[in-house]
C-alpha cells in the first residue's frame, strides 16, 4: 500500500511538472514569435529603405550620362539562338561627351550570318534621349559608327530588378539584343 501511495504521489508530482514547463514553453515561444515578427518587419523596412536607394542612384547614374552596360548575353532578332558573353572586355560606357562601344554584332543580309565587334569611340551621337518610364528608364540614340549603315541603339534599363536590355538596330541588318547590367562610373 505504501508503495502505491508514494507511486501516486510521484505520478502527480510528474503531470504536475510537466504542466509548469508546457506554460513555461508556451509563454517562451509566444516571446518568440512576437520577437520574430518584429525582426521580420525590421527586415521589411530596411529592404524597402535599400532599393529606395538604389532606385535613385540608379536615377542620378542614368541622368548623369555616366554609366557603363555590361552584356551577358545576345541574340538575333527575331528568334536567333540566345549566346552567352564571357568576354570582359565587351562592355558600352556612356559619357556626357562620348561613347564608347565594344560589343559584337551578327552582320549579314542572309545566314550564314558572321559576327564582329564594333569597337568604336563615338565622340557624338544623334538624338540622344532618357526618358523615365514606369519600369525604369528607356534611353535611345543612334550612330553610323564610322559606316554608311545608321545604328540605334535602345535600352531598357529596369529599376526594378537592377538589369538593362539593349537593342541595336539598323535598317539593313536584322536587330540583336542584349541583356546585362548598368553600372556607374
Not at 94 to 106: G, M, N
Amino acid at each position: 500500500m505504501k508503495r502505491t501511495l508514494i507511486f501516486c504521489f510521484a505520478v502527480v508530482a510528474l503531470l504536475a511538472a510537466g504542466f509548469t514547463i508546457a506554460n513555461g514553453t508556451s509563454d517562451a515561444q509566444s516571446n518568440n514569435k512576437e520577437s520574430r515578427e518584429a525582426q521580420h518587419e525590421a527586415r521589411q523596412q530596411q529592404r524597402a529603405q535599400r532599393l529606395a536607394e538604389y532606385r535613385e542612384q540608379l536615377d542620378s547614374t542614368i541622368l548623369s550620362h555616366n554609366y557603363r552596360f555590361v552584356p551577358q548575353t545576345m541574340q538575333q532578332l527575331p528568334a536567333g539562338m540566345m549566346r552567352n558573353l564571357m568576354n570582359p572586355c565587351y562592355e558600352i560606357i556612356v559619357w556626357s561627351e562620348a561613347v564608347d562601344v565594344c560589343i559584337p554584332f551578327l552582320k549579314g543580309y542572309t545566314p550564314p550570318y558572321y559576327p564582329v565587334v564594333f569597337n568604336y569611340v563615338l565622340s557624338s551621337v544623334q538624338d540622344y534621349t532618357a526618358e523615365q518610364t514606369e519600369y525604369g528608364w528607356h534611353v535611345t540614340f543612334q550612330s553610323t559608327m564610322f559606316t554608311a549603315t545608321n545604328f540605334t541603339f535602345s535600352f531598357e534599363i529596369y529599376n526594378h530588378y537592377g538589369g538593362a536590355t539593349l537593342t541595336i538596330s539598323s535598317p539593313f541588318y536584322n536587330s540583336v539584343q542584349y541583356t546585362g547590367n548598368i553600372f556607374g562610373i
